[in-house]
């Protein structure tokens, strides 16, 4: 689950924006899995993904009216992500997620331009 996002502002500094509540990040190949897994094998959740013309979004199922889930070339945003289930809480995860607005179809290229690194976060403070 996102439970935390913040975004650059002018001055370059993180500030922590509003959520209307958690939002669920997808499953690996969300078409065809179940959006709430029981019991079984391990299932990989997607972050986000990037596109060539318009930058890097975070892949949830929903996106509430506010929510700027978007950043394009010169951007970056933090994350705070929960893994929740019936019977229990992870401790949070703070992810950093940066693009220069460089495009690679090369995935060793790209991770040059794409940049995920923990954080220990979302307002940096």
């Known amino acids: 689950m996102l439970t935390g996002l913040a ?6 500094s993180f500030a922590s ?4 509540g958690p939002l669920q990040l997808q499953w690996q190949f ?18 986000g993904h ?10 949830t199922y929903v996106t509430p009216n506010n ?8 951007q970056r945003m933090r994350v705070e992500i929960r893994g929740l289930a019936d019977n ?6 703070f992810l ?3 693009w220069d607005g460089e495009w690679s179809d ?7 331009h794409l940049i995920v690194k923990a954080v220990t976060s979302v307002d940096g403070n």
Not at 88 to 93: D, K
Request: aromatic fraction near 4%; include cysteine; charged fraction near 25%.
């Open 106 to 112: 090369d995935t060793v290229e790209m991770r040059r």
């Open 17 to 20: 924006l509003p959520l209307s």
């Open 30 to 47: 969300a078409q065809t899995s179940p959006q709430y897994p029981v019991i079984g094998p391990d299932h990989t959740c997607d972050l």
């Open 96 to 98: 950093e997620i940066a």
């Open 88 to 93: 229990g809480e992870s401790e949070p995860l």
């Open 7 to 12: 975004r650059t502002g002018a001055d370059n």
């Open 67 to 74: 929510f700027r889930r978007m950043i394009a070339g010169n």
């Open 50 to 59: 990037g596109e060539s013309d318009s930058g890097f979004s975070l892949s």
